[in-house]
């Protein structure tokens, strides 16, 4: 059980604390860039495939780094509320401790802050395996206290088209076999597509659903319950982790999170010195931000009747039972009308 002393932090201190995390993170961050244009620079004259395969290994490698010092480990595929989670996390800690409330907790940054403050690694879990070469297992993960964080994948396929169509860098796009920049893939396309959409996406929950029971200690954390419930589930990952908050500050850390002061935050680049996580790429476009509707069940606003039934049978026919996915009831259109 990991130790949660609230030590007070003066308002000079949490400024030497903030300045010292900007400047630690900024230097990883210079570092990284540096080590991958380096390789890409070696790896000039060999072919693009040899180049993503290269920096994928690399990529691994830093994440294993990561994964081995790590007193919790957070999984999710992209678009599953992971940045709504890190936000709650921090603010848990930011008034647990009285830590500075411009940045979010990455990794060890709050921990160097308060050692009662566990070293929390988020992955997407889209390298490791580049490195290890455990395609087929997660078995990397297996002494670890993991958190799989996951959403309905329906509305995660939808919410990964609009971050590759307005968030995602070109070169992300080839690293991760999504279709090219600027590519003309419609939404329905994009979501059946077998390297971007459902398909992969249920891949990647099915072998997680394989492995759950081999981790030491595994919580699943679906992002609907957060969303019906979000002060007890909050509460409940709080316990797991080992650093239990009360419920005034779970609540407070709730409504700082909410949908509302989110979309407030990113706006007005609250988070700036954590990257640009929470920036949106156009102020004018709304599909751009990071935070867009936060709806469960959203998908079924996109697609017309014969599209959801394609993509339910797909769901059906694929998705381990493990998460508790069901088909989803088609809204009632207005006669004459489709998506």
Avoid: C
């Amino acid at each position: 059980m990991l130790l949660t002393n609230h030590v007070p932090v003066s308002s000079f201190n949490r400024t030497m604390l903030s300045f010292t995390h900007t400047v630690r993170q900024g230097t990883r961050l210079i570092w990284k860039k540096a080590s991958r244009s380096l390789l890409n620079g070696l790896l000039f004259f060999q072919s693009e495939k040899e180049r993503i395969a290269a920096q994928r290994r690399l990529r691994g490698r830093e994440q294993v780094a990561l994964l081995k010092r790590a007193d919790i480990v957070i999984v999710s595929f992209g678009k599953s509320g992971r940045t709504w989670l890190r936000v709650m996390l921090s603010r848990v800690y930011q008034v647990m401790h009285g830590l500075p409330e411009r940045s979010l907790i990455g990794f060890d940054n709050f921990h160097s802050m308060n050692p009662a403050i566990p070293k929390i690694f988020f992955t997407h879990d889209n390298y490791i395996k580049d490195y290890t070469g455990h395609s087929d297992s997660k078995v990397d993960f297996y002494d670890k206290k993991v958190v799989l964080l996951v959403r309905d994948p329906r509305d995660v396929a939808v919410s990964q088209f609009f971050q590759w169509r307005y968030r995602m860098r070109p070169y992300k796009k080839r690293l991760n076999k999504y279709p090219p920049d600027g590519a003309n893939v419609s939404l329905f396309d994009f979501v059946m597509n077998e390297d971007a959409g459902l398909p992969h996406i249920i891949s990647f929950m099915n072998l997680w659903a394989e492995e759950a029971d081999k981790v030491k200690d595994f919580f699943l954390l679906r992002y609907e319950d957060l969303h019906a419930d979000p002060e007890g589930t909050l509460q409940r990952l709080m316990t797991f982790i080992g650093t239990p908050a009360s419920d005034e500050q779970i609540k407070d850390a709730v409504d700082y999170a909410s949908y509302e002061n989110m979309k407030k935050m990113e706006q007005q680049k609250t988070f700036w010195l954590s990257g640009g996580r929470m920036v949106p790429r156009d102020r004018n476009n709304p599909d751009s931000y990071k935070v867009r509707r936060a709806k469960v069940g959203g998908y079924l606003d996109y697609f017309d009747d014969q599209q959801v039934e394609a993509i339910e049978k797909l769901m059906e026919t694929s998705l381990s039972p493990f998460f508790g996915y069901g088909r989803r009831t088609l809204p009632k259109r207005k006669t004459g009308t489709s998506v």
